[in-house]
């Protein structure tokens, strides 16, 4: 496996099949926020990540809409992206009622066309994707001037774990962003159901 600090972050589960992970994907705690205590942290992050006012958010790799819906309930107009026509069902009945929008498409090269939006967000996603500099400067092209990325990333998985480290990402942001800041999210055992040791944090960058 390629090591997580080169250039080209490998895909850990490149061969994972979505649609048939589909049915069990909220299972996990952090996936699913069905517990109340989890639900609310991932809430209160969102809050302070996201703009106070109401933004247009691009969620890519939205899954079944778990954080979509946060946003959506916090005011904010939320368009998700999954590649997986089963995740992206779960998302649209998710979010019903909910002034979103749920496209099926791939999240290095999401179907908005000339769209633009305030933040995107994008939550254990870009660590996949062979050429992360490359879609981090396609996904700045998508913001408005003063609009943010909000990424949630980690290295994680023993004995070969996998992810991209904080270090990387904020180097990889640097030509994109004056305003890059890193939040530590692995001391917070609410928002796993559960305490971590590996590295999970979330950056938020302004363009």
Same mark, same amino acid.
């Given at each position: ?94 979010l ?18 000339e ?26 092209? &998508?913001?408005? #001037?003063?609009?943010?990325? +909000?990424? @949630? /990333?980690?290295?994680w998985?023993? *004995?070969?774990?996998? !992810?991209? =480290? ?5 180097? &990889?942001l640097? #030509?994109?962003?004056?305003? +890059?800041? @890193? /939040?530590?999210?692995?001391?917070? *055992?609410?928002?796993? !159901?559960? =305490?971590?040791?590996d ?9």
């Amino acid at each position: 496996m390629t090591n997580v600090n080169d250039d080209t972050v490998a895909a850990g589960t490149p061969d994972l099949d979505w649609d048939a992970a589909a049915g069990a994907f909220d299972d996990e705690p952090d996936h699913g926020l069905r517990d109340p205590g989890i639900r609310a942290a991932w809430a209160a992050r969102l809050r302070s990540w996201l703009p106070e006012r109401p933004a247009d958010v691009l969620d890519l790799g939205c899954g079944t809409g778990s954080l979509s819906l946060l946003a959506a309930e916090q005011g904010h107009r939320v368009t998700g992206v999954d590649s997986s026509p089963a995740m992206v069902e779960r998302a649209r009945a998710k979010l019903a009622g909910r002034d979103t929008v749920i496209l099926c498409g791939e999240a290095a090269t999401p179907p908005v066309g000339e769209q633009r939006f305030d933040v995107v967000l994008v939550r254990h996603v870009l660590w996949t994707l062979p050429d992360p500099g490359r879609v981090l400067r396609r996904w700045r092209d &998508l913001l408005r #001037p003063g609009g943010r990325f +909000v990424l @949630v /990333e980690g290295v994680w998985g023993a *004995p070969h774990p996998v !992810g991209i =480290p904080a270090d990387r990402l904020t180097a &990889l942001l640097a #030509p994109l962003s004056p305003d +890059v800041r @890193v /939040e530590r999210l692995s001391d917070d *055992p609410l928002l796993w !159901g559960r =305490p971590v040791e590996d590295e999970r944090y979330a950056v938020v960058a302004v363009v």
